[in-house]
């Protein structure tokens, strides 16, 4: 079973995939089981700066500024933590999920630079739709495994105030920037330049999916996004 669903593959287009959305909308939750399950490649921009954060270096206390305040990371400086992982990936992986980026228009033409020049990639986007009052709600009871290597997600309100990871036994803490005020500015950022970004791509012929996940559970959650990647993408 397992052998044909790796022969299947092998006749998939080749893809990167975008996941634009607000915080707490599901972006994480869903490249992880993409990666679980599909063996996608899976970069998270946010879990990379959190990543150097945590090892000190002079990089990570200069990202530290930005992300503590809610702010942008530069573009230049985002887009070449990018192009370094693409072209690290793109020999071995099917599908380049991008949890994250682009999230400015510059952002996304450095993008659409790389996937032409790096890769035989497909692009394409998938915008995923939330509240903004659920969106708090979520991140103020979410919970993150200190574990770099882990990161899994959980919430106060489903599990209850656990303490320990499930998976890797590490401790579990709150994220330094899911607070209101700092999620609010995450959110007024986010929505600063969403329009740009999809005129953006409309422009350039990127095909955009809208994924509104709000009302659904994880496995409808998971079921969905599989239809609507099966549907494919447009070629740059
Ligand atoms: P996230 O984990 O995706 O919520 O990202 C956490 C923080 O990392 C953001 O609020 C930004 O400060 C920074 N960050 C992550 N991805 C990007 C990006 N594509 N461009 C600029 N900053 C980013």
Redesign the pocket.
């Given at each position: 079973m397992q052998d044909d669903k790796a022969m299947m593959q092998q006749f998939l287009p080749k893809e990167v995939i975008s996941f634009l959305g607000p915080?707490g909308a599901g972006k994480?939750t869903i490249a992880q089981e993409r990666a679980h399950n599909q063996n996608a490649a899976v970069l998270?921009?946010?879990?990379l700066?959190?990543h150097h954060i945590q090892t000190q270096s002079e990089l990570g206390k200069a990202l530290d500024a930005?992300?503590s305040q809610?702010?942008?990371?530069p573009?230049e400086l985002?887009s070449s933590m990018v192009r370094q992982w693409l072209e690290e990936k793109q020999q071995s992986s099917r599908e380049m999920i991008l949890?994250?980026?682009?999230?400015?228009v510059v952002?996304a033409e450095h993008l659409i630079k790389m996937v032409s020049e790096l890769t035989d990639c497909s692009l394409r986007v998938v915008l995923f739709e939330i509240s903004p009052e659920v969106i708090i709600d979520r991140l103020t009871s979410r919970l993150m495994c200190s574990n770099k290597a882990c990161q899994h997600v959980y919430s106060i309100k489903k599990e209850g105030m656990i303490t320990q990871c499930k998976k890797c036994d590490h401790v579990l803490e709150r994220r330094a920037?899911d607070n209101v005020s700092v999620i609010k500015e995450?959110l007024l950022?986010y929505e600063k330049h969403k329009e740009a970004l999809l005129a953006y791509y409309r422009q350039h012929q990127v095909k955009v999916d809208y994924f509104r996940v709000e009302t659904l559970t994880f496995s409808q959650m998971f079921e969905q996004f599989d239809g609507l990647i099966n549907k494919g993408a447009s070629r740059l």
């Amino acid at each position: 079973m397992q052998d044909d669903k790796a022969m299947m593959q092998q006749f998939l287009p080749k893809e990167v995939i975008s996941f634009l959305g607000p915080p707490g909308a599901g972006k994480g939750t869903i490249a992880q089981e993409r990666a679980h399950n599909q063996n996608a490649a899976v970069l998270s921009t946010g879990a990379l700066c959190r990543h150097h954060i945590q090892t000190q270096s002079e990089l990570g206390k200069a990202l530290d500024a930005y992300i503590s305040q809610g702010h942008l990371v530069p573009d230049e400086l985002i887009s070449s933590m990018v192009r370094q992982w693409l072209e690290e990936k793109q020999q071995s992986s099917r599908e380049m999920i991008l949890d994250g980026y682009p999230r400015t228009v510059v952002q996304a033409e450095h993008l659409i630079k790389m996937v032409s020049e790096l890769t035989d990639c497909s692009l394409r986007v998938v915008l995923f739709e939330i509240s903004p009052e659920v969106i708090i709600d979520r991140l103020t009871s979410r919970l993150m495994c200190s574990n770099k290597a882990c990161q899994h997600v959980y919430s106060i309100k489903k599990e209850g105030m656990i303490t320990q990871c499930k998976k890797c036994d590490h401790v579990l803490e709150r994220r330094a920037d899911d607070n209101v005020s700092v999620i609010k500015e995450r959110l007024l950022v986010y929505e600063k330049h969403k329009e740009a970004l999809l005129a953006y791509y409309r422009q350039h012929q990127v095909k955009v999916d809208y994924f509104r996940v709000e009302t659904l559970t994880f496995s409808q959650m998971f079921e969905q996004f599989d239809g609507l990647i099966n549907k494919g993408a447009s070629r740059l």
